[in-house]
């Protein structure tokens, strides 16, 4: 019998249009396509959502567009996130994102759009460690809502000068490995499918 194609999501923690991390998860999520996924790509800057706002939440419910992050969460299988580090952690973007889909609709259970999702991490900065530090709080943060996080991950460093203008990797090994996450996650979803 034929396994279904694992579903997965890729989307980056930043919305600035010539994002390095927008690039790599590309890479990553044309990887997981050549793995046999199902790929879904989202932009964050196509869902901006108000900052957290308690009294906003009991005043009108979720944002729109938080509505839809939501739905898109809980429509894959697996999540391929691009993390830039801001100030050794992530961006207010992702954690904002993140904030408003962990919360509960009526009736619906906790962490709905979480619990059972799988992910794989990478970053890219132009600092030397390529935004490492931050991917140690997007771990921490996932896993406390129940995604299982893939052990492997990858942080670009030196991203101003490690893209090709056809949004390749110029370093082959970077690509591969990228790729290869990418890849990776797709054989995690389906075999825990299965
Ligand atoms: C507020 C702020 C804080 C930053 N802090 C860090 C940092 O701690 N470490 C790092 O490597 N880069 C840091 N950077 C540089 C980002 O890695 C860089 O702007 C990167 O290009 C952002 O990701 P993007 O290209 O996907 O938008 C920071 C940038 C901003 C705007």
Redesign the pocket.
Known sequence: MTMPAPTVLAF?G?T?E?????RLVKIAAAGAREAGAEMTSLDLRDLPMPLFDQDLEVREGLPPNARKFKELLLAHQGLLI?S?????AFSGVLKNAIDWASREAPGEAPLACFVGKVAALMS????A?G?L??LVHVRLMLSNIRVLVLPEQVAIPR?HEAFSPDGTLKDPKQQAAVERLGARLAHVVTQLAS
């Open positions: 980056a930043s600035r010539g994002s390095f991390n927008k691009a830039p580090e801001y100030n050794s890219a900065s132009p600092g460690l935004g530090r931050g991203a």
